[in-house]
């Protein structure tokens, strides 16, 4: 009734070959990626987080550890969100527990 006001849209042949190997991979590829992306950004990351909140629920008082600043010291008190470094004789230090990078063997800081 209104074709004289709306032109009609016709679908179009597609130029090429609607199933050639080119055009199947483009499909496929981002569903070929994930696990991928899985296996090489989020389960490393997830892996290194999990280590991460163990080392912190296996602090213990007198434990030598590194902070993120680079700061090392003996573990003093620890709380819930901070703990105390000693980092020199009758020098302490309160930090968060999430700024621990590293626990250090024991014996490593001598001079405290």
């Known amino acids: 009734m209104f074709d004289w006001f709306i032109s009609s849209a016709y ?3 597609a130029a090429g070959v609607p199933n050639s190997p080119a055009n199947l991979l483009m499909t496929w590829l981002p569903l070929l990626l994930i696990p991928v992306f899985y296996f090489l ?3 490393p990351q997830q892996k290194r987080a999990k280590e991460q909140r163990d080392m912190l629920t296996k602090l213990a008082k007198g434990d030598e550890v590194v902070i993120n600043g680079g700061l090392a010291g ?3 008190h620890i709380g819930e969100a901070y703990l105390t470094l000693e980092v020199a004789d009758k020098v302490e230090v309160k930090v968060q527990k999430n700024a621990v990078s590293s626990v250090l063997p024991k014996g490593s800081l001598k001079n405290l």
């Open 74 to 76: 003996r573990v003093a």
């Open 11 to 13: 679908a179009q042949q």
């Open 41 to 43: 950004l989020i389960r």
